[in-house]
């Protein structure tokens, strides 16, 4: 075996710079060897083998293996069970310490406390660092120490704890030498994998500050590019939040209390991990969903006859990404005129979005049907025709999406929208009355 070395896992932050786990690495180590386990319990749950997102993985890996290798290191790869493969590392490579950011999902949280036990029989070091938040777990909390679950209070407190180290850059590349010099070391194929390229472009890592100073009016119109469609550099960290957060101080308060909103659902699964299957309200696990599979299936297509719902999933379905403001129509309206179980969406767009995010998904989809924190409430009820008028009133976006718009080719809606609205309304104030549900 060679000499010792510490190593820095790369998990969501595909990136070289503005790293803390890594730049405490170089700073407190010697011989720092950057990591990236392709863990097949993730993989293998993977129906669609042309799954842009490890596309993107892969593509960003490939790039960060060419950062390293030009300071004389490299990236080592693995691919299995994440614990297998540190009893694989450490068989391989004597190992003084390992550092990591942190990651606040159930089964990570799961897997890294089985990583650190094991570690931890061997005596070597597990450091986790906050690097994918600003402000994660407990750290803005109410006065009496409980979590937050009505976001203005958060934000009011995350902002007010706010202080320039938390934003502070964590530099790495002028420590660069500190990594572990190796010669080149192995490189999956996106094949080796089990995958093939998806053939949808990636949004760009950067967006304009034109378009964050205007955010706060062109957000809400599907038709614009104005919003920064960073979401799937965030998920991975292809990009900082730190360095956004600089940004958005400097820019527009609106957008940073959307990054925000982030930090928000993030701590809000932290701390009540049960929400990834259950209502956070739980009388709502009491509703009488119809579950038409039917509708369910011409939701997931752009089929309702509903237009700005159609438009949506057209816009989901081929590119992965879709706008906020659709995002909310199309899970009101799967959930509220379709009585669908927030669950069935929830799952589609952890198939589709390539910004999935655990925490924003859930914590979207309950806000959307009601269920959640800070929720719309359930009767509340979004008009999809209102909506396509007050936010695409010439049917620019729709038209778009939809080019049968406006002959007989275009389904006539699936459900009247009079009819659902006091279907649904009846049906949760059933679900929702703690005398009569079972
Ligand atoms: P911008 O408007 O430019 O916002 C900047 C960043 O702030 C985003 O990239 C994102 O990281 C964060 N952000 C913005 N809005 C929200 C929000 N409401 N909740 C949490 N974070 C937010 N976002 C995801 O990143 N992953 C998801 O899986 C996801 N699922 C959603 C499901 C539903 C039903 C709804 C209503 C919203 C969901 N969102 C999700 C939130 C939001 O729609 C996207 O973050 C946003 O549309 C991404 O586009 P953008 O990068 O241009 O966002």
Redesign the pocket.
Known sequence: MSSSISIFWHRRDLRTEDLRPLSEALQKEKNVLPLFIFDTNILNRLENKKDARVEFIHRKLKEIKTTYQEHGSDLLIKIGEPLKIWKEILNEYKVEAVYAGRDYEPYALERDKAVYEFLQTKNIRFYGFRDHVIFEKSDIVKDDGKPYTVFTPYSKKWKSKLQDSDLALQSCTPHFKKLYSTSPLYFPSLKELGFEEAGIPFPEEK?SDEIIKK?HET?DIPSLHG?????LH??FGTISVRQLTRAALKLNEK?LN??I??E??QMILYHFPHTIEKSFKPAFDNIQWENNEAHFEAWCQGKTGYPLVDAGMRELNATG????RT??V??SFLTKHLLIDWRW?EAY??EK?L????A??I???Q??CGSGTDAAPYFRVFNPTTQQENFDPDKIYIKKWIPEYGTKKYPDPIIDHTFARDRILKRFKFALDEKKAV
Do not use: I
Request: include cysteine.
């Open positions: 967006c955010y957000r919003t920064s469609r960073l979401s965030l998920r957008y959307e990054l909103w982030r928000f659902y990404w879709m706008h906020n995002r909310m199309v899970a969406g767009f952890k979005l910004d999935y995010e655990c924003s998904n914590g979207g989809w806000w959307a």
